[in-house]
C-alpha cells in the first residue's frame, strides 16, 4: 500500500520523536541504537517494527510501553501497533556513529 | 610511599591518583574501607534480589529482576576488582568472613514478606544505594575507580525508575496505597538510619576526596528525594520541610528502637547509636540465610570445576 503525503510526513514525525525514547540501560534512543526497523503511519495508526539486541532482553516491555506513549502523544496517532522483529537480527553494526562514542566514554566496547 | 603533605596538595590542585605509590597508608586505609562498604552493599543486594522471587513477582518482572542482580554483580566486581589491585584477597572476603564482618545496609538483612516490599525496597532502597554511588563518581580522587564508575550510576538511575514504576503500579489502588503505606513506615526509618551518624567535624575521607559529602548531606540529598516522591504517590513519612532552614527535619527520635522481628518502629524510645552499631553487627534476621546461599554457590562451583 502507497503511503500518503500526510502518512509519510507523521511517520518522519515519529521517527524523531523516538529519539526521545531512551534505551533502558544507556544513554542512547532506542533510535540511535538500531531497535527501529522502520515506521509507518496511515489513519492515525502507527505500525513500528522493532528489534530488540537479544531475545532475552529483560526490558521489552519497558521499551514497548515508551514507544506507546511518545507515539500516542504525538496529534495524529490514535493507535500504535508494534510488531516484533527478529530477520536480521541486531548486531552492533547497527548503532548510530555517536551511539558508539557515548557507548565508549562509558567504558563499553560497541 | 609519598607523605601526607605531598598527597594533600595534589589532592587540593584537584589532582587524581592513579597508582599505590601515590597514596599514603591512611588514604590506602580509607580507600580500601570505602571499596569494601561499596561492593559488598552491591554484592549482599543479590541475595536480597533473590528473595524478591519467592513474594510472587508477576513473570513480567522476573527477568527485569534478574537483569538487576547481574548489574549489581558487576558494580560489586568492579569494587572487589579494584580491592584486589590494592592487595586484598577477594575469594577470602567473599567467602571466608562472617556476617559481622560484612559492611552493607541493614534493611538487606530483612525479609522481603510481600509485593509492596519488593517495590518500596526498588524505589526508595535503590536511591539511597545510588546516592552513595554518585557521591565517590563525582568526587572521588582514585582515578580507576572513578573511571569504573560511570557505567555503575547509570544503571543505578535506571534501577530507580524501574522501582518508581513498581510503586506507581502498586499506588493506584487504595488497597496498594495501604500496602505501600505499611511497608514505608518500617522501611523509611531503616534507610533515614542507613547514611549512618551525623558527621564528624573532620571526615577524613572527604578531606582526601575519596567521597564528596558526609554523611548529614546525604541524608538530606535523600530526603529531598524520598519525601516529595512518596507525597506525590500519597504516602505519609514522618518528617517535615522545616522553610527557615531549607532541609527536612525528622519527625521521630533518631535514632530509636527497632523492634526487628515485628519491623516496628518505637518512635518512644530513642536509643543511642552504639545500640544500632551493635544491631548492625549483629546482623538481621535473612542474613544467615543469604550467606549460606552465597558460599553453597561458592562450594558447588569448587566442585564442578575440580
Not at chain 2, 528473595?51 to 538487576?68: C, D, E, M, N, T
Request: with cysteine.
Amino acid at each position: 500500500m502507497e503511503q500518503s503525503a500526510a502518512g509519510a510526513a507523521l511517520g518522519a514525525q515519529a521517527y524523531r520523536a523516538l529519539e526521545d525514547v531512551m534505551d533502558p540501560e544507556f544513554p542512547v534512543s532506542v533510535v540511535s541504537m538500531g531497535l527501529i526497523r522502520g515506521i509507518e503511519v496511515e489513519d492515525g495508526v502507527a505500525k513500528v517494527r522493532l528489534t530488540f539486541t537479544s531475545m532475552g532482553c529483560p526490558w521489552t516491555d519497558w521499551i514497548e510501553r515508551g514507544i506507546r506513549e511518545k507515539l500516542l502523544g504525538l496529534g495524529g496517532i490514535s493507535a500504535v501497533d508494534i510488531e516484533i522483529v527478529w530477520d536480521k537480527p541486531w548486531t552492533r553494526q547497527d548503532l548510530a556513529p555517536a551511539a558508539r562514542i557515548t557507548l565508549k566514554k562509558l567504558g563499553i566496547s560497541p | 610511599m609519598i607523605s601526607a603533605e605531598v598527597l594533600k596538595e595534589r589532592l587540593s590542585r584537584g589532582e587524581l591518583i592513579e597508582r599505590p605509590e601515590e597514596m599514603t597508608e591512611e588514604y590506602r586505609y580509607e580507600l580500601k574501607r570505602m571499596l569494601l562498604i561499596a561492593g559488598d552493599t552491591e554484592f549482599r543486594s543479590v541475595p536480597m534480589l533473590h528473595s524478591y522471587l519467592r513474594v510472587g513477582v508477576p513473570q513480567r518482572y522476573v527477568k527485569p529482576f534478574l537483569a538487576i542482580a547481574q548489574d549489581e554483580l558487576g558494580h560489586a566486581h568492579i569494587d572487589y576488582r579494584i580491592l584486589e589491585d590494592l592487595g586484598e584477597d577477594v575469594d577470602a572476603l567473599l567467602y571466608e568472613r562472617e556476617n559481622s564482618e560484612w559492611v552493607y545496609p541493614y534493611f538487606f538483612d530483612m525479609p522481603m514478606d510481600n509485593w509492596y516490599d519488593v517495590a518500596v525496597g526498588e524505589g526508595l532502597g535503590e536511591f539511597a544505594g545510588g546516592l552513595l554511588v554518585r557521591n565517590v563518581f563525582h568526587h572521588c580522587s582514585y582515578a580507576p575507580w572513578r573511571r569504573a564508575l560511570a557505567k555503575v550510576d547509570i544503571e543505578e538511575n535506571f534501577h530507580v525508575k524501574f522501582g518508581q514504576t513498581l510503586m506507581n503500579e502498586a499506588a493506584q489502588t487504595p488497597e496498594g496505597l495501604a500496602g505501600l503505606q505499611r511497608t514505608v513506615d518500617w522501611m523509611f526509618p531503616l534507610l533515614v538510619e542507613f547514611f549512618g551518624p551525623p558527621a564528624k567535624a573532620a571526615d577524613v575521607q572527604i578531606e582526601y576526596r575519596l567521597k564528596g559529602k558526609g554523611t548529614d548531606d546525604m541524608r538530606q540529598q535523600y530526603l529531598h528525594y524520598a519525601v516529595p516522591y512518596c507525597q506525590s504517590l500519597g504516602l505519609k513519612l514522618p518528617v517535615h520541610f522545616d522553610e527557615a532552614r531549607k532541609e527536612y527535619v525528622l519527625g521521630f527520635p533518631f535514632p530509636c528502637h527497632f523492634d526487628v522481628a515485628n519491623k516496628r518502629w518505637d518512635f518512644a524510645k530513642p536509643v543511642e547509636w552504639r545500640e544500632v552499631f551493635a544491631r548492625w553487627e549483629k546482623r538481621g534476621p535473612m542474613a544467615e540465610e543469604h550467606l549460606k546461599q552465597i558460599r553453597r554457590g561458592w562450594r558447588s562451583l569448587r566442585a564442578a570445576s575440580a
